[in-house]
């Protein structure tokens, strides 16, 4: 399973609103002595288990089959939403020579949905269903040039697809039944299915929103993962930043958007859900009450608690003790507090590692297979073994084709779905598949993070396809090594430098006693090395 458990730290405060720097010592020790827990104050049975509730197959309109969609997600997800497309109440361009095609392949993929594929989805979505293993959800898009698109996740595994004339008119219909109704790409042009935030409706039916995914980063109308789909740039006012100064409460979470049947594709969006157990009342009740975070791929820990209070939460109070603790799956470039939009601390990793003085350490390694100039898809067999030492946890960054959608003339492509075969406390057998990648931003590679105890001495041997490598900890802590398997030109491996336990764990204490409103919120962003994110769900306080 994907999940991890939280627990209390020790730790002291530091005053003042700008206090940076971070308190590695209890984190630090527990980390090295094999710990992979962090706290979460009073709410120590908590868990994060990570999902996709947004993505799409050729169910209707998307790549890859519904099945192999299922089996991808339970590959490297707790638990998913696979999403057809049902609606769009407003669809524009009827009669524009140019919108024909797109108008056609959205309403075909309707009429197959009502002519039986929804049934089938129904059918197979219950059958994946396993609770305490692995949860699924049924879910549906529908599109809104005036609304921004929308998509509903129902608690029931046997709920209907409600029609509607428009997303408020959805939101009318399904008012006291156990759904939620999530806007995305929200950084879109109000109009033109971006999000129009005087449409927001606080409360049970939209407790969060999705701010990353494929279509890029929502959070503000600057900085990283900007929108270069068709649809067009970003747009502040759709923003979440511009939202919360609005003064709207919501959760912060991401989702893939994916149209390849891989959801969870990794660097494309994920959901962490803070919740006690694997059930879907668990699920369910977490969700509701904001207790969910956005990362774009790795499974990045945060713990953000002010006073008694963690994510999601309104609580009072003019002296906001705020503590912040972070496990990364690489080296963490920055952590920032951000208080009514503007960072009021910022805690900064090292630009290269330290590497530790002790023989015996913890540390993150992460292989990487891909590359190579040719079409043909590569298929990698083959292990990853450790001697002298511990794996204590696989992580899998699979990926799926990078379509966000369907394109004129592109001919689908079976989805190849990657595998973590085996793995115990020495050793990871895989099966993946890769092609080249599309150009020199989007990656088509797969990936596996080992967390290790190991003496610097120990070896990895990783032997793929015929070829066999080896390196020793200390070789990739001193820095990342690349092989190629047939010469210049042709797939290869990269061997990711190795990241010591103080590199990628980080805890903080700060005091904030300077209200600025009647109620302001706050909220944690980490920056990886990788430039892989993830973010809390804002944390409001209310003045006294």
């Known amino acids: 399973m994907n999940r991890r458990k939280f627990i209390r730290s020790a730790g002291v405060t530091l005053a003042g609103i700008a206090a940076g720097g971070s308190l590695l010592q209890n984190t630090a020790s527990a980390m090295a002595k094999g710990s992979k827990d962090i706290p979460l104050g009073a709410d120590n049975n908590l868990k994060v288990f990570w999902g ?3 993505n799409h197959c050729n169910l209707t309109y998307g790549h890859g089959g519904m099945k192999e969609a299922f089996e991808a997600a339970k590959g490297q997800l707790d638990f998913v939403a696979v999403t057809p497309h049902a609606m769009w109440p407003d669809i524009p361009g009827k009669n524009d020579p140019r919108l024909e095609w797109v108008i056609e392949y959205h309403e075909s993929a309707f009429r197959r949905l ?9 059918k197979m979505t219950n059958e994946y269903n396993k609770e305490n293993e692995f949860l699924t959800f ?8 005036e609304h921004g698109d929308h998509v509903v996740l129902n608690y029931d595994l046997n709920a209907p697809l409600v029609e509607c004339t428009s997303v408020e008119d959805l939101k009318k219909k399904l008012l006291g039944t156990r759904t939620f109704i999530t806007p995305h790409h929200m950084g879109y042009q109000e109009g ?44 502040w006012e759709g923003t979440i930043m511009y939202g919360l100064n609005q003064g709207h409460k919501f959760g912060i979470m991401g989702s893939t958007d994916q149209h390849a049947g891989y959801p969870g594709s990794y660097g494309d969006g994920r959901i962490g859900v803070y919740a006690p157990a694997l059930t879907r009342e668990a699920i369910w009740d977490a969700l509701q009450n904001r207790k969910v975070c956005c990362a774009t791929g790795d499974k990045i820990l945060i713990d953000f608690r002010i006073n008694d209070a963690s994510i999601g939460d309104v609580i009072k109070g003019n002296n906001r003790r705020i503590y912040v603790n ?23 990793g090292p630009l290269t590692p330290h590497i530790p003085a002790e023989d015996v350490i913890r540390a993150k390694v ?12 590569v298929k990698w067999d083959g292990s990853i073994k450790i001697n002298n030492g511990t794996i204590n946890e696989v992580t899998s960054c699979f990926r799926g084709a990078p379509y966000t959608s369907p394109q004129k003339g592109v ?43 190991m003496s610097k001495s120990g070896v990895f041997t990783v032997e793929f396809n ?75 306080v209310e003045r006294i």
Not at 326 to 348: L, M
């Open 411 to 453: 001919k689908e492509q079976p989805t190849l779905v990657n595998k973590v075969l085996d793995k115990n406390s020495k050793s990871v057998q895989l099966e993946m598949y890769t092609t080249k990648n599309p150009n020199t931003v989007t990656a088509s590679t797969q990936a596996v993070i080992l967390d290790v105890t």
């Open 326 to 348: 972070v496990i990364g799956e690489s080296a963490i470039d920055y952590i920032d507090i951000v208080k009514n939009g503007q960072t009021v601390g910022r805690i900064s």
């Open 114 to 122: 009502r002519a039986g594929g929804w049934d089938k989805y129904v």
């Open 466 to 540: 015929g070829k066999k490598f080896d390196y020793t900890l200390a070789e990739l802590l001193q820095g990342t090594k690349t092989q190629f398997m047939n010469g210049w030109l042709s797939e290869a491996i990269q061997f990711h430098r190795a990241i010591p336990v103080s590199a990628f764990t980080f805890e903080h204490f700060m005091t904030d006693d300077k209200p600025e409103k009647s109620t302001d919120h706050y909220y944690v962003r980490v920056r990886q090395r990788d430039n892989q994110w993830a973010w809390s769900s804002p944390i409001w």
């Open 138 to 145: 049924l879910s549906y898009e529908c599109h809104s040039m």
């Open 192 to 235: 033109y299915r971006g999000y129009n935030w005087k449409y927001f409706s606080e409360g049970s039916q939209t407790p969060f929103v999705e701010m990353y995914s494929r279509h890029g980063l929502a959070e503000s109308d600057l900085g990283d993962y900007p929108y270069l789909h068709d649809m067009g740039p970003r747009h």
């Open 52 to 54: 996709d509730i947004h």
């Open 366 to 377: 992460k292989f990487e297979f891909g590359w190579n100039r040719f079409e043909e898809p």
